[in-house]
């Protein structure tokens, strides 16, 4: 769909990233397959492998365009996406255009492009933006006609309307209305966004490949809906912030910087990526191109100052005159404008990044499970070929020497059922220790601080009531994550002493019990604080009316840290349930191997053909446990593959 100029390196970048993904998912297909026969009791792994089929599966590279009104985000995006279709795709013009947050990617599973809208009013609903997602008769659906670039860019229109609504309505709908937004004719009435979010799919290559785009409304939206910032640009892979060398950097552009780009969450995962738009405002004709170059250098100097980042991190670009130089295949206005420089970086830098952090994924859920299958497979190859070590040096040896053996075994087995039954005194302790585990992560616990918060802010009617409502709140999260994680550590130790102990009476396998930390957690409910005091310090906060600051406040920050606890509890109890099964298996496997020993020496002190039998046995295992034990290291090479080198490309990100 490119013109036919310069080549598609970020479009061949995620082509080879889709393959990678498909071999990666073939690998763990094979490792599932694999795992069948071997593991049929085990729901926790077939669990845990179904989940990272699905990460892969659904993995998309999401870039998210934030900056204030006019700026050129949706010229970009025309610019790098869509200058194929020969023509603007979606709307850009001077003023406020786009007027509500706009995702742009392929649906596989929908029969047809569309544009789904939902209405504004349903900022009036309780439901969260994720939940009415999953809600398809909230949305008004537009079939989106692909064969038809004018009518697509038409049907794309929706995306710019607005309303006029009575004033009360608007601060109804939590709208801040400034006294002078009524004024003129027509006095009692303002302007709205018709549209509250789009979602749009169609079938273009990038897209399908897994890319979504997510461009957002610059008129201090971010400001008033905080599940845009708490939602959206966290899963962002990247977020490019536009500024526009006709403004330089204005305070608002500042405070969105601070507020809601910078420090978002996920920052230390996704990159931050600062471009200076429109620079053909500084081609002026009649200055030199040296003078031209020493100015914009000089722009772009004081916007990295402004924003605090290096000078390097800016990327000087013309969003528009890129699209029209690729409309019309001007090669050299392309150069000019500076976006190749840009898509480099998108090419080089942010999907081989977001590659590795797949790969990262992937080998950090199936690891503790493959290293875990290794270590049985191992030590049942080694207990196999002991036993043939043992038995062969039988062959040819006299009753009294068997009868010796016999004596031994019957002994150590009677110190390792000791063992075993110091082993559930253990357990015992164990699920004493569980239950303080579980108990600090408690949602009924966490429902109470929820409805205290709730009535103290909403009793409290002053700025310094609210400040200490949020306080109040995130300081009972954070103390009964804290103590969760106090708990979860005592416990860690419990078992690791207990793993210890069979390891060094009964020479176990040393096995590591599978680690479990609310860390993460303690470190998400960190961000959302963060958020809470941007959302709090935000000047639209203030012009809010109170019951839509309280409300706002409950369905998105409280919402997200009571998932929080909901899935460190979910966690906790996986690990508790499935802590032991490492050691218990171990035991019981032990027990089996001294158990049949016995048996065995019974046997061949009444036959020497049992000897032989027993000896063909176990040659049969050794060979079986070998080769499935290099089946299960090929496959372990496959998922941890190294990647493809990007190229690392000669800029560096702005806060990466
Ligand atoms: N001269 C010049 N104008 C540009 C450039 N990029 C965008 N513009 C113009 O700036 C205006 C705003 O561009 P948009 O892409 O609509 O800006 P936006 O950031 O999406 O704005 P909102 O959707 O309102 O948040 C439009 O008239 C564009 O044509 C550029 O590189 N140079
Ligand atoms: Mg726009």
């Given at each position: ?11 061949d970048?995620?082509?080879a ?5 498909r ?21 926790e ?18 870039l ?5 009104f006019?700026?050129g ?12 279709y ?15 947050p ?8 929908a029969?047809?492009?569309y ?50 609504v ?6 109804a709908?939590g ?12 006095a ?30 610059g ?12 939602q ?10 536009l500024l ?8 608002s ?11 978002a ?10 471009a ?23 722009q ?6 402004a ?29 000019r404008s500076?976006?190749p ?31 875990g ?35 031994r075994?019957r002994?150590e087995?009677a ?29 009924q ?31 009972g999260?954070?103390?009964?994550m ?12 419990l ?6 102990k ?33 959302f709090?310090?935000?000047?639209i ?7 839509v ?8 920050l409280v ?9 460190a509890?979910?966690e ?7 802590v ?19 048996e ?14 027993r000896l ?23 998922l ?17």
């Amino acid at each position: 769909m490119r013109t036919g100029m310069s080549r598609d390196h970020l479009g061949d970048r995620l082509t080879a990233y889709a393959a990678w993904k498909r071999q990666l998912l073939d690998a763990l297909e094979a490792f599932r397959a694999w795992l069948e026969p071997y593991r049929p009791e085990s729901g926790e792994d077939d669990l845990r492998l179904y989940e990272t089929l699905e990460a892969v599966r659904r993995d998309r590279l999401r870039l998210a365009f934030v900056a204030e009104f006019s700026r050129g985000k949706t010229e970009l995006i025309n610019a790098i996406f869509f200058a194929g279709y020969g023509r603007r795709l979606l709307p850009s013009e001077a003023g406020r255009t786009t007027m509500c947050p706009c995702e742009l990617f392929h649906d596989r599973e929908a029969d047809a492009p569309y544009v789904r809208l939902l209405p504004i009013e349903t900022r009036a609903d309780a439901r969260t933006l994720a939940e009415l997602r999953e809600a398809p008769e909230c949305w008004v659906h537009l079939p989106l006609d692909v064969q038809d670039p004018e009518r697509m860019a038409e049907t794309l229109r929706e995306v710019v309307r607005t309303r006029r609504v009575p004033v009360a309505e608007a601060r109804a709908l939590g709208f801040p209305v400034s006294p002078t937004d009524g004024a003129g004719p027509e006095a009692d009435t303002v302007e709205i966004p018709r549209w509250r979010h789009a979602l749009i799919s169609f079938p273009h290559p990038l897209l399908e490949h897994g890319l979504v785009l997510l461009d957002t409304p610059g008129l201090n939206a971010l400001g008033s809906e905080p599940e845009l910032t708490l939602q959206l640009l966290p899963s962002a892979q990247a977020v490019l912030f536009l500024l526009a060398a006709d403004t330089g950097v204005t305070q608002s552009d500042l405070e969105m910087w601070n507020h809601h780009v910078r420090g978002a969450e996920g920052a230390a995962h996704g990159c931050r990526i600062v471009a200076l738009n429109k620079i053909d405002v500084l081609w002026d004709e009649l200055k030199e191109a040296d003078e031209i170059a020493a100015i914009l250098r000089e722009q772009c100097r004081r916007a990295a100052e402004a924003l605090g980042i290096s000078p390097e991190g800016v990327f000087p670009v013309s969003a528009q005159k890129a699209l029209v130089a690729k409309v019309r295949g001007d090669e050299a206005l392309l150069e000019r404008s500076g976006l190749p420089a840009l898509e480099r970086y998108l090419y080089q830098e942010v999907v081989p990044n977001r590659q590795r952090m797949l790969q990262a994924h992937v080998l950090g859920r199936l690891g503790p499970l493959i290293d875990g299958l290794r270590l049985e497979l191992t030590g049942r190859l080694q207990r196999a070929r002991q036993e043939l070590e043992h038995l062969r040096a039988l062959q040819g040896r006299n009753a009294e020497v068997l009868e010796q053996l016999l004596e031994r075994s019957r002994t150590e087995q009677a110190a390792y059922l000791r063992s075993v039954e110091s082993f559930q005194a253990s357990r015992r302790l164990l699920r004493q220790q569980a239950r303080e585990l579980l108990a600090a992560l408690d949602l009924q616990a966490f429902d109470r601080l929820i409805r205290q918060t709730r009535q103290a802010m909403q009793e409290a009617w002053t700025t310094r009531g609210l400040r200490q409502g949020m306080q109040h709140f995130f300081a009972g999260a954070r103390d009964a994550m804290v103590q969760a994680a106090d708990q979860a550590e005592q416990t860690r130790r419990l078992v690791l002493a207990t793993y210890r102990k069979f390891h060094e009476a009964h020479g176990l396998p040393a096995l590591e019990p599978r680690a479990f930390s609310v860390e993460p957690h303690l470190q998400a409910l960190h961000r959302l604080m963060v958020e809470a005091e941007a959302f709090r310090n935000s000047p639209i906060t203030a012009m809010l009316e109170q019951h839509v600051v309280v409300r706002r406040f409950f369905v998105t920050l409280v919402a997200q840290a009571r998932a929080l606890f909901f899935q460190a509890h979910q966690e906790a109890e996986a690990w508790l349930r499935d802590v032991m099964h490492p050691l218990v298996h171990q035991i019981k496997a032990h027990r089996q191997d001294m158990d049949r020993r016995l048996e065995t020496l019974r046997r061949i002190s009444a036959s020497r053909e049992a000897l032989e039998e027993r000896l063909q046995v176990l040659t049969q295992e050794c060979r079986r446990c070998s080769t499935d034990l290099e089946a299960l290291e090929a496959l372990q090479a496959r998922l941890a593959a190294p990647l493809p080198e990007g190229g690392a490309a000669s800029t560096e990100a702005a806060t990466a």
